[in-house]
């Protein structure tokens, strides 16, 4: 990717645990978003964190990012099995509005 | 609530005819996104459009073209199709020129190029 890695590529664990899934990117940025993408399918909007703000929370999702480090994490707290999907994070790059995606975790919660 | 519309949803053609995707962004939004994603890969910004007017170009080929109408509707054009060009396109809208508005993906449009 141009200007994002996740880590790791693959993730599996068992229902019920957490899962966190990292996201380093290169450039100043604007905001960074996280999507969900379920096999083949849309990307859904998860959450987007702006470059001023260090955590944001929404629901069982939790993001931070520090811009020191160029880098955010997605942690998922008490997974389910409709977990299971690819996970990438997408940064809004500063003087653009298009995103630039990283490669994606891609997530298996086991039942 | 209203999402992003494309169409079609899946697309089979033969190598070196022609292609056209649509998208119909959420209501009210003015900026459309077109992205690819190709198997296994992340999706890629190709090009967008503000108020119908051209505002960014990714990595879209020269064989490719896009514009926004007066409804705010996008339709991209894809000529001479090649085999590398089955993918997954992907088309996202958003409110205004903003840098912290988020984008809305459409359910996105399967082509196939045999």
């Known amino acids: 990717s141009q200007q994002g890695e996740e880590d790791p590529q693959a993730l599996s664990i068992q229902e019920g645990e957490n899962a966190t899934m990292n996201c380093s990117y290169k450039?100043?940025?604007?905001?960074l978003q996280w999507y969900r993408q379920n096999s083949g399918r849309g990307l859904v909007h998860l959450i987007l964190?702006?470059?001023?703000?260090r955590e944001k929370h929404s629901g069982r999702l939790r993001v931070t990012l520090d811009t020191s480090k160029k880098s955010s994490s997605l942690l998922i707290t008490a997974s389910r099995a409709a977990d299971t999907a690819s996970y990438f994070c997408?940064?809004?790059?500063?003087?653009?509005?298009?995103?630039?995606f990283g490669q994606g975790t891609r997530l298996t919660i086991n039942p | 609530a209203a999402g992003v519309i494309q169409s079609p949803r899946h697309l089979i053609k033969e190598k070196r005819e022609t292609a056209t995707l649509k998208c119909y962004p959420i209501?009210?939004?003015?900026?459309v996104y077109w992205y690819q994603q190709g198997p296994g890969q992340d999706p890629q910004f190709l090009i967008s459009?503000?108020?119908?007017?051209?505002?960014d170009k990714g990595s879209i080929p020269d064989r490719f073209s896009a514009q926004q109408f007066s409804d705010y509707h996008s339709e991209l054009n894809m000529s001479s199709l090649e085999l590398g060009d089955s993918a997954l396109y992907f088309c996202?809208?958003?409110?205004?020129?903003?840098?912290?508005?988020?984008?809305?993906f459409g359910p996105g449009t399967r082509l196939t190029v045999l």
């Open positions: 964190i702006r470059s001023n703000e």
């Open positions: 209501p009210r939004h003015d900026t």
């Open positions: 459009f503000y108020e119908k007017m051209q505002s």
């Open positions: 996202a809208s958003s409110l205004g020129q903003g840098l912290n508005n988020e984008q809305f």
């Open positions: 997408a940064t809004s790059i500063q003087g653009a509005q298009k995103l630039v």
């Open positions: 450039t100043s940025i604007n905001n």
